[in-house]
């Protein structure tokens, strides 16, 4: 993928431009406070597509703020304010004729803790395509194998569909939230620190699975965990205090930082 480093001259943040047709999301000098406070300030940079984005930095960064932001979960928090433009493949997400339901169809989004519903592992995966759309059984249930197949959970669970969820390990439980949200065919998967409550077999599963998806959708990662960030993302961004430090392809980012303090967190000697 062609894309260009420089530094803005105005500002010193560090700008990776993308060719227009190979970029998934657009940030442009986007800020974010609660209740006045900022948590993200002027953001700016471009995601993209087909490719996964890591965003690190310590805690209360803004990594959260900014995974919610994209899929507009701060919209009924009425302490937030924004500002600048986030678009979605040339659409800005706050545009008034955006359709928020369709928005958070096209940008799925995991959390920390697996939070499979309490019913089947069937009508987990079927949960959202029928609020999505009337159909046949036979077709539902090819969507229902795609979707648990593309998350490597088909061969796990295929005796089974009919068991609870709750019933399956932790790993397998966020491997069914992963299939729950492809199932609707997003075209964005933002993942929030999606490994950090699983044991180390569970999360090599994960990063795998992350790996494999970005032939399907674009990812954005947030992590804590550096090797994470290294082993499978494409590009990081380094956030400080809602401020976005360094951006570029990871192996840059992790090998020859441009600034101390990104070396400093990247190697620990900074929490
Ligand atoms: N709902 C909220 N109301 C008020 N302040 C919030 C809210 N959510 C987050 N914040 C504040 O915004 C800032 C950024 O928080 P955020 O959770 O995005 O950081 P983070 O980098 O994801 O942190 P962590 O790595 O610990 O999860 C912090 O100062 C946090 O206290």
């Not at 799925?108 to 987990?124: A, H, K, L």
């Not at 709750?166 to 299939?179: C, D, E, K, T």
């Not at 992590?223 to 380094?238: E, G, I, K, L, P």
Request: glycine share 4%; aromatic share 6%; charged share 20%.
């Amino acid at each position: 993928m062609l894309a260009s480093r420089h530094v803005d001259q105005a500002t010193q943040a560090p700008v990776t431009h993308f060719p227009a047709d190979q970029c998934c999301l657009e940030i442009d000098q986007f800020s974010l406070a609660y209740a006045g406070k900022p948590a993200l300030q002027r953001l700016t940079l471009q995601v993209p597509r087909h490719r996964v984005t890591a965003f690190i930095g310590p805690s209360g960064c803004g990594k959260s703020t900014f995974l919610r932001a994209i899929n507009r979960l701060h919209d009924l928090n009425e302490s937030v304010s924004h500002s600048g433009e986030i678009s979605l493949e040339g659409h800005n997400i706050h545009a008034p004729e955006m359709n928020v339901t369709e928005l958070r169809r096209r940008v799925g989004m995991v959390f920390q803790t697996p939070n499979p519903f309490p019913m089947s592992i069937y009508e987990n995966v079927a949960f959202g395509l029928r609020l999505q759309k009337r159909l046949a059984k036979r077709q539902r249930d090819d969507i229902i194998e795609w979707a648990l197949t593309s998350a490597a959970l088909w061969d796990e669970v295929k005796d089974r569909l009919h068991r609870s969820a709750w019933q399956l390990s932790g790993g397998q439980q966020q491997r069914l939230v992963i299939a729950r949200t492809l199932a609707v065919q997003p075209d964005v998967l933002l993942l929030d620190e999606p490994a950090s409550a699983l044991d180390p077999i569970s999360t090599l599963k994960i990063e795998e699975l992350i790996r494999n998806l970005k032939s399907q959708l674009t990812l954005v990662l947030v992590t804590h965990n550096m090797q994470q960030a290294a082993r499978v993302s494409d590009y990081t961004a380094f956030l400080q205090q809602g401020e976005l430090v360094e951006y570029g392809p990871t192996d840059h980012v992790f090998t020859n930082p441009r600034l101390q303090r990104t070396e400093n967190y990247i190697t620990g000697r900074m929490a």
